[in-house]
């Protein structure tokens, strides 16, 4: 338990705050170290790369060469302004999503979440070599 959490439960204690007041600094600060985790992650100055290198055709040229180079800031600033979207839009949005056949609930997108999500896409492989070209995905 941080050290602020602790100074708001002893206020409580105390007797110096009530149970609504604690609730509301508890969410405050958990509101603060959740963007603090954000803003301070480990993840910026990386990128997603997505790598298509063909094969030789015949006659030996590489056509259809793909390089993307996609910066966590950037997939980071994306979950943020998706948390910004109305409970109304959501619900629409999930509706559609699940037509579609993708199983999806913006109202569990909250900023721990998105942590979790940047922490595992620093794992993320993806390596297909089929006959005609090799295709990779990794961060870095």
Same mark, same amino acid.
Request: proline share 4%; glycine share 6%.
């Given at each position: ?8 439960? =002893? ?8 149970a609504?007041e604690a609730? /509301? ?15 301070g992650?480990?993840s910026?100055?990386? !990128?997603?790369?997505v ?5 030789? =055709?015949?006659g *030996?040229?590489?056509? *259809?060469?793909?390089?993307?180079k ?7 600033a994306?979950?943020?302004?998706? *948390?910004?979207i109305?409970k ?12 579609? *056949?993708?199983?999806?609930? !913006?109202?569990?997108?909250n ?9 595992s896409?620093? /794992?993320? =492989?993806?390596?297909?070599?089929n006959?005609?070209?090799?295709i ?5």
């Open positions: 338990m941080n050290e602020e959490r602790m100074k708001i439960l =002893t206020m409580l204690a105390e007797g110096k705050i009530n609504e609730e /509301q600094l508890l969410s405050a600060a958990q509101e603060k170290e959740s963007e603090m985790n954000l803003s992650s480990n910026s100055g990386k !990128f997603i790369y790598n298509v290198e063909p094969k030789n =055709t015949p *030996g040229a590489k056509i *259809g060469r793909v390089q993307v996609v910066p966590f800031a950037l997939i980071k994306g979950f943020n302004i998706a *948390g910004l109305p109304e839009a959501q619900n629409e949005i999930n509706n559609e999503l699940k037509q579609q *056949g993708m199983n999806f609930d !913006f109202s569990n997108f900023p721990e979440n998105i942590q979790d999500i940047m922490d896409l620093e /794992q993320l =492989t993806v390596d297909v070599d006959e005609d070209s090799v990779r995905v990794f961060c870095r």
